[in-house]
């Protein structure tokens, strides 16, 4: 099996994916508190450091990338100071940057204020407003790219939308979706659908995960469903129905495991053609990931070395 893996990680260079969706800036400010404010009954931190990291579908290309494959990242920012930080963390992952300036929102970031690995405060900035005119004309344009597979990475901010998706589905190529429910019907037809149990019980119709699943899968028309389980890992519906248990060693931070089963599950599958061994392989990277702090991509070293120590 360890073998069959590392053929497959070798051939990830050779593949050329298109993420399309929400881009999200993630940002840790980390620092100390040691009094309460004059101003207010609330606690000053004193900030020691603070980091930007690439979240939404961004992270979704941000694990493509660090794992070999050519990577086109296709979303909306603001024309804000996060454009800039977002469009350097994306150019420094080696990523290739499609993405599509819109004066009338703010580029979507959350901000974290944590002191002792305790999160205190989150700051959200995002529009959620549809997207339209030329901003929807230029996204449509960069679709034209010359790709294997295209991932949806849909957090429901607005990339994710009819004639997006539409002339996504004209390519006639692999076509993943990490989804949001509320967008249910954007997904008919889609190759692999990955939802989490929460989102997969919210599209479906009731019952038991396993008949869910079935259900919502036929409903789609997916050709292949995966429901992630968080510490139970993920279930398959392709011909049949298989579990594969986590395999995370230590857990610290969940945040952005759905980013990297989305990634893994569609270059390893397009890659060697086996559901099987993907959803073996994305349980492996997730449980990597979840062992960091933040949203933070898996990368080869990691996997192979995770796959010596069996
Ligand atoms: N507590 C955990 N222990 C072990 N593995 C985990 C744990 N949480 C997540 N994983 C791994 O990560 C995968 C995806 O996790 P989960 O089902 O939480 O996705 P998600 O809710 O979409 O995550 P995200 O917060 O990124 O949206 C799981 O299938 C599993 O492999
Ligand atoms: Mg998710």
Not at 70 to 79: D, E, F, M, N, P
Not at 109 to 126: F, G, H, N, T, Y
Not at 193 to 214: I, V
Request: aromatic letters at 6%; hydrophobic letters at 40%; a neutral charge.
């Amino acid at each position: 099996m360890k073998e069959k893996f590392k053929k497959v990680l070798e051939k990830l260079k050779d593949l050329r994916i298109l993420v399309v969706g929400d881009l999200i800036l993630d940002r840790y400010i980390f620092g100390i508190v040691e009094r309460i404010s004059p101003e207010a009954p609330v606690p000053v931190v004193e900030v020691e450091r603070e980091e930007f990291r690439l979240g939404g579908a961004a992270n979704v290309a941000n694990n493509l990338a660090s794992l070999g494959v050519k990577t086109y990242l296709l979303g909306i920012t603001g024309s804000d100071y996060g454009k800039h930080i977002i469009k350097g963390l994306i150019k420094s992952s080696s990523i290739e940057d499609l993405t599509v300036e819109d004066s009338q929102r703010p580029t979507t970031e959350k901000a974290r204020v944590v002191s002792l690995s305790q999160q205190l405060l989150r700051i959200d900035w995002e529009d959620r407003k549809p997207i339209s005119g030329s901003v929807l004309n230029k996204l449509l344009e960069r679709l034209d790219v010359e790709v294997d597979g295209v991932i949806l990475s849909d957090y429901a901010k607005g990339v994710v939308c009819e004639p997006v998706v539409k002339r996504i589905k004209e390519k006639g190529i692999f076509l993943s979706v990490d989804p949001k429910p509320v967008n249910k019907s954007l997904y008919y037809g889609a190759d692999l659908m990955t939802p989490n149990e929460k989102e997969a019980r919210q599209m479906g119709k009731g019952g038991s995960l396993e008949s869910l699943g079935w259900a919502l899968k036929k409903e789609l028309d997916i050709k292949t469903l995966v429901i992630t389980l968080g510490p139970k890992g993920m279930v398959l519906f392709d011909k049949e129905y298989i579990h594969f248990p986590a395999r995370a060693k230590q857990v610290y931070d969940v945040s952005g495991a759905g980013d990297t089963v989305v990634a893994v599950l569609t270059a390893s599958y397009i890659a060697s053609g086996d559901w099987h061994l993907a959803c073996e392989l994305a349980n492996l990277c997730a449980g990597i990931v979840v062992g960091k702090l933040g949203t933070v991509p898996i990368t080869l070293p990691e996997v192979l070395s995770a796959l010596e120590e069996g």
